[in-house]
Every structure is written in C-alpha cells, then in structure tokens.
C-alpha cells in the first residue's frame, strides 16, 4: 500500500518527488535530523532524511560495481551497439548533523553505465572524482555542508568545486561530461568512467563558474550549446550561454543577465534561438546567510522566459512573462520564423516539495502537465508568452524526445508519468502508456533502432524498481512501436542500483574505442 502511494505520488507531486522517490509527506525542511556525533560512518535508519544519505529514487550504493556479463530475459536486440548512462546522487558520507536538513539534490555524483553489444550487458559504475569527492575521500568525512551553500563548508575546502556531478551526463566530441548545474562539468573517460578532468572549461572558453545539466546538440551540425546561471558566482545575475562545435572547439559565447537570480534547470535550443526559462525558485541570500539550502521558492514572483537569437551579440535578449508556470523539462521546441515553440513539463506550483517555500506545498499544484510556450517576436511591444496545456489527461515530469530532434520541429515526446512511461505522438495527438506490472519506473531515454532510423522509431530504456522484490532493479527495454506488448527484454540486477536523475544514450560509434573494447 505504501509503495503503490510511492508510486503514484510520483506523478502526482512534481519532478522533485519522481527523482528523490519521495512520498507527499517526506521530511520538511529542517526536520528528520539525527544526532551523529561520532566520525564513524553511519547514515540515519530513515534514508529520506538526507542529512543522512537520501538517494534518487535508488539504493545508496555507496559500493562501486562491476558486474560482467549481467542476466538478459527476454529478446534483447542483437544489433544495439552502444552504451546506456546514469548518474543520481549516492551521498558518499554522512552530513554533519548541523546539516541535517540538506536535500537529497546535494549527493555525490555516482555513474553507471550497461554497456550493451551483441545482446550482452555489462554494468558498471564509478562515482565522479571531481574535487569534493577527493577532499572527502582523503578526510573519510563530509566537507561539504548545505546545497549550494559555500558558507555551510567546513574551513578546509575553500576553493574547491562544490559541483557533486550528480544530475545528467552527455557524450560529445569523444568525451563523456557528468554535470552538476551549479559547476562545470567533470570528464570522464567514457568507457572506465575513471575521471579525467574535474573541472572541465572546453579549454578554458568556458567563461563561467556553472554549466546546465541540459545542454542540446544540433543534430544539423553537431553543435553543442550550453549555458551557465549564476555564472559569475553565488547569486549573480549572469548567464553565460554558448557553443561548441563537433571537436570542442568554442565556436560562440556571450553573456547576459537574468531578471533575478533563480533556478534555470533546462532550456531550449531552436534552430535559430536559445530559449531560457528563470522559474521562481529563487536564489536567497538571507537564506544562504543563515546556514540554510541556496533556494526558496516565491510564488510571488513571476517565472520569466528569455529569448535570442543564437550566434548574436545578446543584446537582443528579451524576457516574457505570462502564465506563471514552474517549469523543469523541456520536450522539445523549433522556431519557425518569429514564432518560437517550446514544450516543457511543468506545474502551477513548486514541484521540489523539499525546498524551503514562502507558501505551504501544495501537491494539487506540482501535477506536471505539458505546457506549449509560443512566443511571437513580430511584435516589438509583445511582453508576453502564450501558454496552452497538451494532454491535459496525461501528466508526468522529466520529460524527453528523440534527442536527435533537438532544435527541430518534432513528433514524439516521452514523459516519466508515474504510472509508467507516455509515449506522445504530436502528430495524430495520441499517447500510448508503458506499464510493467510491479514496477516503479525511472525516468526513460529513447534508443534509436538503427542510428539512422526515423524519428521515434526504436525503444524506450530505463531502470525499473520491483515493489515486490523491496526495490531489486531491473533494466527495461520497450519497443516504440509496440509498447502495449510490454518490455521486449529486461536485465535482472541482483540488487537495487543506484539512483537516477537522468540517463542518455549513446551509439558505440560515438564512443572512441568502444568497437575495439
Ligand atoms: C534539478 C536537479 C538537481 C538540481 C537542481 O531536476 C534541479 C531538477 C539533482 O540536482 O540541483
Ligand atoms: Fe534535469
């Protein structure tokens, strides 16, 4: 019974509660604090409560694994060549019980990747030696106090990276970035996982001390695009937002200012447009001041959606209001002259229920729904963005598409509904639901059937939590293209893997030395 209200909770109260795999009522803030006086590495019994090692929706490992050769039921397709990655946050010591109160976004990065080929699956996994994990490896103790909040850390980390790599991964020009949107990425050899580079700056153009956990790639030219907020420091109104092409290479960068200093999790990229979104999770500094996490949500302000044009100077940025939307995911989005569309999942209100708030939680309010932004730039004194919701019967959060349709007009959205996984078709307006009896599911990643096969046309992949078996995963493949028949096979993991915020795929032949490997 708790597990099934686990399990539609998700859906109900807002990307927050999918990714921390929290219930309506998980502990408020500053509650659930446990005395931990002793050095000795013991997390509370309750692993919600953070300050002693919440996870993503996942076990807390903690346990780096190798395991060959996994366990394959079912008929997993002998032609996928490539890699499926993870990253979720596995707190690799207990807080100081002073922090207590901290929120389950502020674990230590941990990835894992199934390396599939030839129908085998091999799993592995590494945390990110980025410069927090190292410091508190070598003090086997945690440094590191409240969400980003550099005041809370202990004296003897100034100047390191706080970034815990623990949200979403990509694989481009050859190497594989593990993100943290409060810092720049951490590189890390995509095959081993072994850290490469634990502050990554594409050879110093990275002109910002942060780097989204989003960034997009143009399928047309293989470009990346990327952006920063908070860029020049804690509660800076900066943003710094630019491209790379194929190789790495810095190609375009500018930066521009924010309205306030608040949450930017994802934007959009269009082909001629960078499309960001400042949602009223804000920035505060008195909160900061206090010993508290770095946000608080104020439904008092308004959320804002930026636009400008890609390769400009940014001078042509220009910020819209409208209905005043809490917004984390991007589905997609394209322009089509002066008229820009973004597809988002998002709610009335704040769907982090863990982060301190101006007004009291309301779950009705977190219930993710797809939100269509249009923007008409024709007009010089148009201030405002329309707003319409899509499906207004399927929600969900975290949603994604077929990424090779970043930038483009496309046709299928996939959004994490709790129930299960929705498969969106733009096009004839239907949704078909993936279900797996007696699983929770993580979030998806579309998996192309061939690398040039048409949009949508291939499978949904993702981790799935047994209620029965207490939480032992499994990894799910459905067929886009028939998922009432169910998953087409599963990996059985003999235990609960880490958690997930986000995943990604990619083809072995992006991968440098994956065929030989
Ligand atoms: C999100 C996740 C984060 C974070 C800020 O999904 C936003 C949204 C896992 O960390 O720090
Ligand atoms: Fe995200």
Redesign the pocket.
Known sequence: MLDRRRFIGAATIGTGAAIAGLAGSGPAFGQGAQALASPQVDFPENPRDFGGGGSAAGAVNRAEIDLFDCEVEGNWPQDLDGVFYRVGPDPQYPKDPKWAGDIPFDGEGHVSMFRIKDGHVDYKTRYVRNQRWKAQHEARRSLFGMYRNPLTDDPSVEGLSRGTAN??LFLHHGKLLVYKEDSPPVHLDPLTLETIDDYYTFGGKLNSQTHT??PKIDPLTGEYIGFGYEASGLLSKDIFVFSADRAGQVNWSTTVQAPYAGMM??FAVTQSHIVLYLTNMVADAERIRAGGVHFTYDPGKPCYMGVMRRGGDGKDLKWFTGANLFC??VMGGWSDGDKIVTDWDGGEGNQFPFFPSKAPFEPAKATGLIRRFTIDLSSRTNDRYQTETLFPEVNGV?SRQDDRFHTLPYRYGYLNSGAGWAIIDHADSSVQQVTVPDYRLSEMTFVPRKADAPEGDGYLIGIGSSIKENGRSDLILVDTKDPAAGPVARVKMPFQVVGQ??GFWADASQIPGASAA
């Open positions: 949200t979403q956990a989003h999790h994802d984390t995911h975290l915020v986000h």
